[in-house]
């Protein structure tokens, strides 16, 4: 595996449990922020036993941070899951800023950084990345959009967030479809 991809402003990293107060002190100041897009455990315990199901299967779950290159804080976060390899070789994208950090360009960076990575021959070498959107989530449908992420469809019924089945619009990227590197 190569190093970690680094951009400009922000570099990836894989979480630990060592980033367990950060990344709670952090979801806990997100809550209005993410809600009701996106439910993370909001004390250690929680983010510690999430990590033990990310650390159960490292081939197919692998939680990325996105870190500011200024002082390492964390910024947000793009877990890679449901990874397939065989003729799919696919992955399931979920993301999301920390209120702090957001609406400031890191989360665009930081989606190029793991795409690359994970279409990356040398990386995790998938062919496809998906990521499940509600249809009203305006602002994470413009950021795969922007990205060059095609729309495939509704998914209905797909989570259970926010106390309810939510339908997904199911967003893709292939390799064919990966935009050139900025300069
Ligand atoms: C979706 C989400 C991850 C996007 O993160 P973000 O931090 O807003 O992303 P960015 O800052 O990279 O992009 C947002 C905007 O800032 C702009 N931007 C601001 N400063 C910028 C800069 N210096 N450089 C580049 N773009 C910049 C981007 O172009 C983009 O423009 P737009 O508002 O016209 O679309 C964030 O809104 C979020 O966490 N939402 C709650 C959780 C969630 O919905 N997760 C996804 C569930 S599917």
């Excluded at 709670?24 to 909001?42: D, G, L, Q, Y």
């Excluded at 959107?133 to 095609?150: C, H, M, Q, T």
Aim: with cysteine; glycine share 6%.
């Amino acid at each position: 595996m190569p190093e970690l991809p680094r951009g400009p402003r922000v570099h990836l990293r894989r979480r630990t449990a060592d980033d367990a107060a950060e990344f709670t002190a952090a979801v806990v100041a997100s809550a209005e922020f993410h809600h009701p897009w996106t439910e993370h455990p909001h004390d250690v315990a929680g983010y510690l036993d999430r990590q033990r199901g990310f650390d159960a299967e490292p081939d197919r779950r692998i939680p990325y941070l996105v870190c500011d290159n200024a002082d390492g804080s964390i910024a947000g976060y793009v877990n890679v899951q449901n990874i397939v390899r065989y003729a799919f070789r696919n992955g399931t994208l979920g993301y999301a800023a920390f209120v702090h950090a957001a609406g400031k360009g890191l989360m665009s960076e930081a989606l190029d950084l793991v795409v690359r990575h994970c279409f990356d021959p040398d990386g995790l070498d998938l062919h496809r990345l998906e990521a499940n959107i509600r249809p009203d989530n305006a602002p994470s449908i413009a950021l795969v959009e922007r990205y060059g992420f095609r729309y495939e469809g509704l998914s209905p019924h797909f989570l259970f967030l926010d106390n309810a089945w939510r339908d997904h619009e199911r967003w893709a990227i292939t390799t064919e479809m990966l935009p050139p590197a900025a300069d």
